[in-house]
């Protein structure tokens, strides 16, 4: 009779969230700093870049921003880490006629996100089995949505995509989930042309990301909540 309670009890802390969760260390603006604050958004923002590591190295194909890097990387010569890290910054510029804002966390997001994924790259093993890959694709979106609700929840500033997704809302009107799906499939078609590698891992990825982010928002809360 125990286990069902315990199944019960742990589908219920594992609920998603339909917010953004208010957390005791969210900011009151973008450059409001502190240690604990810019700890926990560091955190974040590699647990994120190792997550995507993991699942480039899956070897089962990337998510869509790491498709286009992947194919930008292929024909520049240049390192993963640097072609995000310059991705990032780009997009920054597209921000300008958007009147977007940038704060704290929108550079330490190409920063820290950028070095990660290049270190992550560096040090995890490339899959050559399709059960190593598909673990090492669902450890990764695992990472990758518990390091966004970390962040995101420090409240210091949107990343450069999230903020492209928001500022081309703000400016045409067009539903967030519609602007979301139409820049994903156009860097992922752009990408993939490139050279950048899709697959199973990227379907994974789309997939599950969202309700991954969200379980991870709801036990950000419920923690906090006490």
Partial sequence: MQEPSK???????????????IT?????????LSIPRVLLLSL??????????????????????????????????LSLGWTTFYTGFVILLI???LRERPGFGTISNIVIISSCIQTGVEIFPLQSTFLGGIASALLGIALVGVG??????????SGPRD??????????????????ICIEVTVLIIGALLGGRIGLG??????????TVAISFGVVARLTSK
């Fill in 163 to 180: 903020g492209l997704m928001t500022g081309v809302h703000n400016r045409t009107g067009v539903r967030v989930g519609r602007v979301r």
């Fill in 202 to 211: 990227t379907a994974l990825f789309a997939v599950l990301i969202g309700q």
């Fill in 95 to 97: 921000w300008i006629p």
């Fill in 148 to 157: 966004s609700a970390l962040y995101i929840t420090c409240g210091l500033g």
């Fill in 44 to 77: 974040g923002l590699a647990m994120f870049g190792f997550g995507d590591a993991l699942v480039f190295q899956s070897n089962l194909g990337n998510a869509p921003w790491t498709v286009f890097a992947q194919g930008l990387s292929l024909k520049t010569g």
């Fill in 24 to 32: 005791p260390w969210r900011a009151k603006h973008r450059w409001d």
């Fill in 7 to 21: 199944l019960r009890s742990l589908a219920s802390h594992l609920r998603p969230h339909k917010t953004v969760p």
